[in-house]
């Protein structure tokens, strides 16, 4: 009795639907009926029976397969667009019986799951490739499986799908370039603390005149200043596009923090301060702009 109760709350859970192997087993039945109508062979009842039984366990055990699992989306890495990411799911399947051949399905996008084991708990990676910045939604999440024999497809659908935050493509112009050209002094001519090679964007201010002179231009590096300085990076002059603007800075909000680097980035009408808002945040807002 209890794997018939099993069977039918498990039967108002999932979805089946046929497959191109539903027909295969069909056209048998039907010219097995007909053989054993036609000839009355005792051979082909058996046969008729054994297909027929077949096919119905197969339904029964494909229910029971997938139809205790619990899916959710959990979490996603940091997904940029036009980068390949991966989003995680949590699937837990609360049962003694393992389950098999699970297909985990967002919309086009596809993670296969060979096996679950007994009360297990498990993440599946799901990749993705956003296209454009903004927020990445799937209209359907789904647990499929074809187990055992592919003539039922069986469809689990999530109660929470996919639903994250796609920030801009991280490029443009380094950080290090971007410190470079800056006209602001970052110490006296005492106070610096190396040279670097002229790279030819510098400004004047930056260079090292002696060793101009001796014909092996330089510019001079205040590392000392600049790592207690804080960087001031504005919108409208970051870029030339409102889209290149946003990818110039989530480089370089992302290159400061590997650093440490405190910045404020000055938006048309916020300003962000990563002490305050912090690096998260403030790539959010870059990404819904």
Not at 16 to 34: D, E, I, N
Not at 94 to 106: D, G
Not at 156 to 184: K, T
Not at 224 to 247: C, I, V
């Amino acid at each position: 009795m209890h794997f018939f109760r099993t069977l039918a709350q498990t039967r108002k859970r999932v979805r089946q639907k046929a497959t191109r192997y539903s027909l295969v087993v069909v056209v048998l039945l039907f010219g097995l009926f007909l053989e054993a109508y036609m000839h009355n062979f005792n051979l082909v009842y058996i046969l008729l029976f054994f297909v027929f039984a077949t096919a119905f366990s197969a339904g029964s055990f494909g229910l029971l397969n997938i139809g205790q699992l619990q899916a959710a989306f959990d979490h996603t890495e940091r997904l940029y667009a036009g980068e390949e990411g991966r989003c995680f799911f949590r699937i837990s399947n609360p049962v003694e019986m393992p389950a098999w051949a699970i297909r985990l399905h967002c919309d086009k996008r596809m993670a296969q799951i060979p096996r679950i084991d007994p009360y297990a708990v498990i993440q599946v990676a799901l990749l993705v490739t956003p296209q454009k910045r903004g927020r990445l939604q799937c209209d359907s999440c789904t647990l499929q499986s074809l187990f055992p024999l592919s003539t039922v497809r069986f469809v689990l659908s999530m109660n929470e799908c996919l639903d994250a935050i796609v920030y801009p493509m991280p490029s443009g112009e380094p950080l290090h370039s971007f410190l470079m050209r800056q006209r602001a002094p970052f110490g006296e001519e005492k106070d610096f603390d190396g040279l670097a090679a002229y790279s030819g964007s510098e400004s004047l201010s930056r260079i090292h005149w002696p060793s101009v002179a001796k014909g092996e231009p330089a510019v001079k590096v205040f590392e000392r200043e600049r790592q207690t300085r804080r960087l001031e990076f504005d919108f409208y002059r970051s870029a030339k596009s409102n889209e290149a603007r946003l990818s110039q800075l989530c480089l370089w909000v992302l290159e400061c923090e590997r650093t440490g680097q405190l910045f404020t980035v000055r938006m048309p009408y916020k300003t962000l301060q990563s002490d305050k808002a912090g690096i998260d945040a403030i790539l959010e807002y870059l990404a819904l702009y």
